[in-house]
């Protein structure tokens, strides 16, 4: 009877223990930790705490359903989430990936295997995971679209990840660089900030004339307004613009 419970506790260990644990991955990380869970697999580098694994579980959980149908999907691809908190190893890993590094960024996609890049910020981590997730999952709507065009590309990711603007509450902050950050929306990381400050306007901006929709049709088409609208460009920009100061400016 001992030799059975003895067998019995320690399979349960085995078992357990299989789900997550502390172990050197492949790629031969030393101290990493993992979990798999759902759709991810998560790994973190620089002996960050497994604690950090469930905060942005729980918020990819939270939006995942949300999302599928939101890009017309059916199911979520496997994503692996890797974590760093030194920006030097992170940097580097994105200096392999692209030939170039982004200093001051925090997250990226990797697209071939599906990845999540992150360097840990403490308490923003999981909102900017769920930004690469918005990111992952256009790319399953049109592999082709990263980037294609850039400020889209953002705008979408930065709209289906906040629950409203940053500058809602305090439009001042902006409203006197609003006109100039306009120009700089399709600006590359290294030169502007200004798709993230104002991404989220577009998206709000495209949803509220053309609906969810809308969203599905300029992923395919890589911003072709055409497909919604006989206005120009310049036009619907213009229109934009007047959009963001009625609802915040005025």
Known sequence: MNKIKLFLITFLFITLSSFIFLYTTKDGCQNCSQLKTGSFNYIAYNKLPESLFSDIQSKLEANQERLLIDFHLDSMPRITIKIWSNVDEYLAEQEKAFGIRYPGSRGY?????????????????????????????????????GNNPRWLWEAIAIYKSERSWKYAN??????????????????????????????????????????????????????????LTSSPFNEIISDWQSFVKARYFE
């Open 109 to 145: 996609i990797v697209s071939d295997p599906k990845e999540i890049r992150l360097l840990y910020t403490h308490g923003d981590t999981k909102n900017i995971a769920l930004h690469e997730l918005v990111h992952l999952l256009t790319l399953e709507v049109n592999p082709k679209f």
């Open 170 to 227: 305090k439009p001042e902050q902006i409203e006197d660089r609003f006109e100039m950050m306009s120009n700089e929306l399709n600006s590359d990381f290294n030169q502007s900030g200004a798709i993230y400050e104002l991404g989220y306007t577009i998206g709000e901006y495209i949803e509220y004339k053309w609906g969810n929709e809308a969203f599905i049709v300029l992923i395919h088409s890589h911003g072709d307004f055409s497909e």
